[in-house]
């Protein structure tokens, strides 16, 4: 296969992941301590971050190919699309969550505002009870 050209990608450090599933994602191996844990290894991880680059320009199927050539681990066309897609969708997610969290914060400050506009205007009225005892 010729190589795919373009410029190089900033590293990324790397952290360790849960296992949610039996099937091990590209890029990780299963850690021998704990099998719910599983490692990055570094060297494929990067290598699939070149590779989301090279879909730019490239086929799924010529990227598959380059990565599985490059990593000595085989992954299909399939399996990358899957993992791309899945990616952005949790990327997608989180950004959205970001926002929301944003906008609850904003939302929860403008409430305790104006509650204590609201409080501030009774309490120099006097307490709705208080009036009620003294009448009786």
Do not use: C
């Amino acid at each position: 296969m010729s190589e795919l050209k373009l410029p190089p990608i900033q590293l990324k450090e790397w952290e360790p992941i849960v296992r949610t599933s039996r099937q091990i994602p590209f890029g990780y191996k299963l850690d021998p301590n704990d099998n719910w844990v599983l490692l990055p290894i570094p060297s494929e991880l990067d290598l699939l971050e070149q590779a989301k680059v090279h879909l730019k320009q490239y086929s799924y199927r010529a990227v598959a190919d380059w990565l599985t050539e490059k990593s000595g681990r085989a992954i299909t066309h399939a399996g990358l699309r899957q993992r791309v897609i899945s990616e952005r969708r949790k990327t997608r997610r989180s950004t959205n969550l970001e926002q929301l969290a944003k906008k609850y914060q904003k939302t929860i400050a403008k409430i305790k505002e104006l509650e204590e506009r609201k409080l501030g205007k009774h309490s120099s009225g006097g307490d709705s009870e208080d009036l009620r005892e003294s009448s009786t």
